[in-house]
């Protein structure tokens, strides 16, 4: 009877599949960050909430001004102004007007007199020359009031999270250029019918199938058993099938074997499935009381003492890659998905919350105000 040796190398069994590439020379590929509807919220945000911000700048404005200049042509410049300075925090950058203290308007008014007025509203003394052109200070400065500090602090921390996540889910899509066929593991390959699986007819794989007592392998095996067309006659032949089925086939195989096809693959458009199972071990079988067998063991144990058996593996199976193993990785975690709407939805919160809590400043300060004027 023949008796196995020392085991000298562990093996297992594991899927070998196909992995698309995801779309080439994609120009808009800076959109995939996030989804469509979180986008139009994005573009929308700033031109609703600079509504509220100009709205806050015109309470801020003394009602002289208002008037020198008109509440409609005031009210219009602005909202002007509020768009693009949050458009452009948006985008980190400053603007013109971010550094201005004094903003000079065009009036329509046959007074040339202009009326210059300070960041509290108090007028200064008048100044001539300017004909139909009002210079304002406190224009330039009615942001710089406590409730305008909070809506646009509230607006930078909004700013700064859109950016951020951005960002790091942009540099996510750009390092994850595959993305896997669909299957990640042997339970959803059995739970599927579009994707063929089959490993070599005859072989200790097919074996393991048929006798193993876990449902999802046997489930495996009475496939194999009734759909013949699935099964290979070689191992060479299974890879091939992978590499030619475009993502219609699954070929089951010895993982070792399977790392070696990956790694060997010039066009790297295949990759390993799932985790490895069947674990077990390669060794050589004697007849029983053969002399050699105390030396054949001690052989095996002082190769792996030596690792002699890693570096043949190395050699073999990693040292000569032709695919960078960074896209195996990628291939098993997949592309990322865009950001939801859904998910952020505290972050849009944060305006809303700004809004009121200046509207509370806002309040106060007035009647401050008017309790001052008042003694």
């Known amino acids: 009877t023949a008796l196995p040796i020392s085991c000298w190398m562990e093996s297992s069994l594991t899927l070998y599949g196909y992995q698309k590439e995801l779309e080439e020379r994609n120009i808009f590929v800076f959109f995939r960050p996030f989804s469509g509807s979180l986008w139009?919220?994005?573009?929308?945000?700033?031109?609703?909430?600079?509504?509220?911000?100009?709205?806050?700048?015109?309470?801020?404005?003394?009602?002289?001004?208002?008037?020198?200049?008109?509440?409609?042509?005031?009210?219009?410049?602005?909202?002007?102004?509020?768009?693009?300075?949050?458009?452009a925090t948006l985008n980190q950058q400053g603007t013109e007007t971010d550094s201005d203290d004094e903003v000079t308007i065009e009036v329509n008014s046959d007074d040339s007199k202009t009326i210059e007025v300070n960041s509290d509203g108090s007028e200064k003394s008048p100044i001539m020359g300017?004909?139909?052109?009002?210079?304002?200070?406190?224009?330039?400065?009615?942001?710089?009031?406590?409730?305008?500090?909070?809506?646009?602090?509230?607006?930078?921390?909004?700013?700064?999270?859109?950016?951020?996540?951005?960002?790091?889910?942009?540099?996510?899509?750009?390092?994850?250029?595959?993305?896997?066929?669909?299957?990640?593991s042997v339970d959803e390959l059995v739970h599927q019918t579009q994707v063929q699986y089959g490993t070599v007819i005859d072989s200790s794989a097919e074996r393991f199938f048929n006798l193993s007592p876990i449902n999802t392998y046997k489930t495996m095996g009475v496939h194999m058993k009734n759909n013949k067309g699935v099964m290979v006659e070689n191992v060479r032949a299974g890879i091939d099938r992978v590499r030619n089925g475009s993502g219609s086939y699954i070929f089951v195989w010895d993982s070792l074997a399977l790392q070696y096809a990956v790694n060997?693959?010039?066009?790297?458009?295949?990759?390993?499935?799932?985790?490895?199972?069947?674990?077990?071990?390669?060794?050589?079988?004697?007849?029983?009381?053969?002399?050699?067998?105390e030396n054949f063991t001690l052989a095996l144990l002082q190769m792996k003492d030596d690792y002699f058996i890693e570096k043949l593996r190395n050699k073999w199976i990693y040292d000569n890659k032709k695919c960078d193993s960074t896209e195996t990785e990628n291939a098993k975690v997949g592309s990322p998905t865009a950001i939801e709407l859904k998910?952020?939805?505290?972050?849009?919160?944060?305006?809303?919350?700004?809004?009121?809590?200046?509207?509370?400043?806002?309040?106060?300060?007035?009647?401050l105000r008017r309790c001052r004027y008042c003694n």
């Not at 200070?137 to 406590?146: D, F, I, M, N, R």
């Not at 859109?162 to 669909?182: C, E, H």
């Open 40 to 87: 139009a919220m994005i573009v929308f945000t700033p031109i609703i909430f600079s509504l509220v911000v100009s709205l806050f700048r015109y309470c801020n404005i003394p009602d002289g001004i208002r008037e020198k200049i008109g509440k409609r042509r005031l009210i219009s410049f602005l909202y002007r102004q509020a768009i693009w300075q949050l458009f």
């Open 130 to 184: 300017l004909g139909k052109k009002l210079k304002c200070t406190c224009l330039g400065k009615s942001k710089t009031t406590c409730s305008s500090r909070i809506l646009f602090g509230g607006w930078y921390f909004f700013a700064i999270i859109v950016v951020a996540t951005y960002t790091a889910n942009l540099a996510s899509n750009f390092i994850a250029n595959t993305i896997p066929s669909g299957i990640q």
């Open 264 to 293: 060997t693959n010039p066009d790297c458009d295949t990759r390993l499935i799932g985790r490895d199972f069947d674990h077990g071990g390669y060794g050589f079988g004697m007849r029983k009381g053969m002399p050699y067998e």
């Open 343 to 367: 998910h952020f939805g505290g972050v849009f919160a944060i305006l809303p919350i700004a809004s009121g809590f200046a509207v509370v400043v806002y309040c106060v300060s007035c009647c």
